[in-house]
């Protein structure tokens, strides 16, 4: 089957663009304007280095030698020095998917045609792409101000051939570990490309930007976007087991205080819950006025994530279609400017701000399941333990959950307060957005499993309802999750259990049925 294709022009890429991207392998191309817009302003940088035109990076050196001229014989050695001297990350390699992200993003960036970089140049980059060849670029040592610089410095290095990469048949499938780390010219050659001699502004227009710490927001708000329906899902699985009242979900209230995520997980919670026998057993004569806040109040603490979330992503679609290099090239007017466009502070509050309400879900998960788990607040049997005791049930899942939400608590202090001057105190002011990024990673992967510990908890749970009718989309939610996981009867291993549910929620599998039955916003 032919592959799909994806047009790239340097103003209309979207996080579902991108998420497309990843799924569906498509071969991406430049648009005509965006390989006319190219050409035109790399005649301007060919017309002005034949003039002897002085231009920051282009015909001067680097930072704080920005005031040393360059030769015209020795302009494109500046630009493979540039990439030599900056390839200086050190850590782990990171994702391949983050990598082939943050590839798509630089070649939108350039396709503008405000950068200068040849038209040839850009077709390489593009053709590593679409063949999966994929640079390996450790984690560390962006500090997310003058661009990602030792991150893209790694990816051009691949470019030049002095490199390493891996080939991919799907970023997303593939175990990285297993694929076979190449020089980045050998791999090139597998698939008849040459590595590229830089000409004058190319190094630096393609280190220069946001790329590795926007690749990593893309990613990361396309899953929060799913993870914020996952989270709704839970709360309503926890609200069946511990028996709630679905006063606390009436819209009536919420129209009072009207934020939209609010609404909208209101919304959500008794769509999930409707027609629960559960809720009918105890709508009369219950003892409890009001449940607890982890359950009483999921509309306005799940919603206020929401609504950080929607405010997060909509900096990364700016970002994903900003220029951010430096200097920058204005064709019709013939001239260069130099500025800061490659600063990360944008993405660096984004991806603190996203850190935080991702950890919200985790912190509120958690102390659902522990109500579940606590027989004193429950009414179930004591950690969901059939034969008490001899079993321990789900007792140490409870463990696993406060572990994550308590190295969440410390990975969600913001790294952009930090700063620490470089480059000889010209570059005085850091974002440490690829940190912030990074960190925010970490607390994705996180809740995850915060949540699968949640959605397996309450299942459990709901084993002790039976044979009472489960709500509409709580229903189909249980089901799927017992074609993977059985229900606990005796004491087994239950990390593979955990990594059965969160497979699941990563899969999409729980969203497409229920979706199916039930619409959740």
Partial sequence: MAR?????????????????????????????????????????????????????????????FANVSISKKDIEKL???????????VGDPLP?????????????????????????????????????????????????????????????????GKGEA????????????????????????????APVKLAAKEGLALINGTQMMTAFASYI?????????????????????????????DLRLHKLRPFPGQITVAKNILAMIKDSEIRESHRENDPRVQDSYSIRCIPQIHGASRDSIDYVCSRVEIELNSVNDNPLI??????????????GQPMALAMDFMAIALSEYASVSERRTERMLNGSLSSLPR??????????????????????????????HPASVDSIPTSANQEDHNSMGSIAARKCFQILKNVQAVLAIEILTACQGLEFHKPMKYGKGTEIVYKEIRKSVSPLLNDRIIYKDIESVRTIIMNDLILKKVQGIVKLV
Avoid at 130 to 139: D, E, K
Avoid at 224 to 247: C, F, M, P, V, W
Avoid at 384 to 406: P, W
């Fill in 4 to 64: 799909k294709k994806l047009v790239v022009d340097g103003k209309s890429l979207t996080l579902d663009k991108v998420d497309f991207f990843l799924k569906e392998n498509p071969i991406v191309s430049l648009s005509n304007d965006s390989k006319k817009n190219v050409i035109k302003a790399r005649k301007l940088i060919d017309k002005w280095v034949d003039e002897g035109k002085v231009i920051y990076g282009v015909t001067t050196g680097f930072g704080e």
């Fill in 221 to 249: 708000c396309i899953e929060a976007k799913r993870l914020e329906k996952i989270a709704d899902i839970a709360g309503a699985l926890s609200h069946e087991t511990l028996r709630g009242t679905d006063n606390a979900f």
């Fill in 79 to 89: 630009q493979e020095n540039l990439i030599v001297s900056h390839s200086t990350g």
């Fill in 96 to 160: 391949p998917f983050i990598v082939k992200i943050m590839m798509l993003l630089r070649v939108n960036a350039l396709a503008s045609g405000h950068s200068g970089i040849r038209l040839e140049t850009l077709e390489l980059l593009i053709a590593m792409i679409n063949n999966n060849i994929i640079p390996v670029i450790p984690s560390q040592g962006s500090v997310g101000s003058s661009g990602d610089l030792a991150p893209l410095s790694h990816l051009v290095l691949a470019m030049i």
């Fill in 383 to 412: 950690f969901l333990a059939k034969n008490g005791g001899l079993n321990s049930g789900l007792m140490i899942a409870q463990y696993t959950s406060a572990a994550l939400v308590s190295e969440n608590k410390v990975l969600a």
């Fill in 166 to 193: 891996q080939i991919y048949k799907d970023v997303m499938k593939d175990n990285q570990h297993k694929v076979k780390v190449l020089k980045s010219s050998f791999a090139l050659k597998k698939f008849g490309l």
């Fill in 330 to 343: 204005f064709p019709d007017d013939e001239a260069h400017l130099e500025g800061g466009n490659f600063h």
